[in-house]
T-cell receptor
């Protein structure tokens, strides 16, 4: 079984400051890793994914994440945030062995202040 | 191209009633998954359907059921509604089943409120 822990429920940050949203996972098998963003009253939108290869993954809207297998982490970063980045961010894992279930973390609310 | 569409967008029901939620996947996508997102939490997996067959089920009671039609659209049914069923119900589609490296494309959800 897999589990995902997002270490911060809320992250307030000033505009143009850097931000890191932390995600740890637990799994007995190899996993694929994803970050999704959810704006108010909308569904989830994929930001980036780690499947294999380079541990540094670049996504949309200037976000990137780094896969650390030894620490079972997949932290999301952005060097300079905008007001429009205010949203809920979800880390998710799925089993590399195939299958159907994606496990989501509880989410981190990023609040960008002017 | 249209994304994943869900209907209705909002729904209010009372305890004990039954509800049907609908989802149309992205054209060409054969797999549909349903998630329940309670306020303040991440989405919880309910079902996956592929080629009209149930391929996976999460830890939800038998009051929850679903089906997929030949055109790959899907319905989620919930019977004997409880207050705790109040949530945002999300539908997601992907090209194939069993390829967990494929990201899912989500609809905007149906907000279900139980009074």
């Amino acid at each position: 079984a897999q589990s995902v822990t997002q270490l911060d429920s809320q992250v307030p940050v000033f505009e143009e400051a850097p931000v890191e949203l932390r995600c740890n996972y637990s799994s007995s098998v190899s996993v694929y890793l994803f970050w999704y963003v959810q704006y108010p009253n909308q569904g989830l939108q994929l930001l980036l994914k780690y499947l294999s290869g380079s541990t540094l993954v670049k996504g949309i809207n200037g976000f990137e994440a780094e896969f650390n297998k030894s620490q079972t982490s997949f932290h999301l970063r952005k060097p300079s945030v905008h007001i429009s980045d205010t949203a809920e961010y979800f880390c998710a894992v799925s089993d590399q062995g195939g299958g159907f279930k994606t496990i989501f973390g509880a989410g981190t609310r990023l609040f960008v202040k002017a | 191209d249209a994304g994943v569409t869900q209907s209705p967008t909002h729904l209010i029901k009372t305890r004990g009633q039954q509800v049907t939620l609908r989802c149309s996947p992205i054209s060409g996508h054969k797999s549909v998954s349903w998630y329940q997102q309670v306020l303040g939490q991440g989405p919880q997996f309910i079902f996956q359907y592929y080629e009209k067959e149930e391929r996976g089920r999460g830890n939800f009671p038998d009051r929850f059921s679903a089906r997929q039609f030949p055109n790959y659209s899907s319905e989620l049914n919930v019977n004997a509604l409880l207050l705790g069923d109040s949530a945002l119900y999300l539908c997601a589609s992907s090209l194939e089943q069993g390829m967990s490296n494929q990201p899912q494309h989500f609809g905007d959800g149906t907000r279900l409120s139980i009074l």
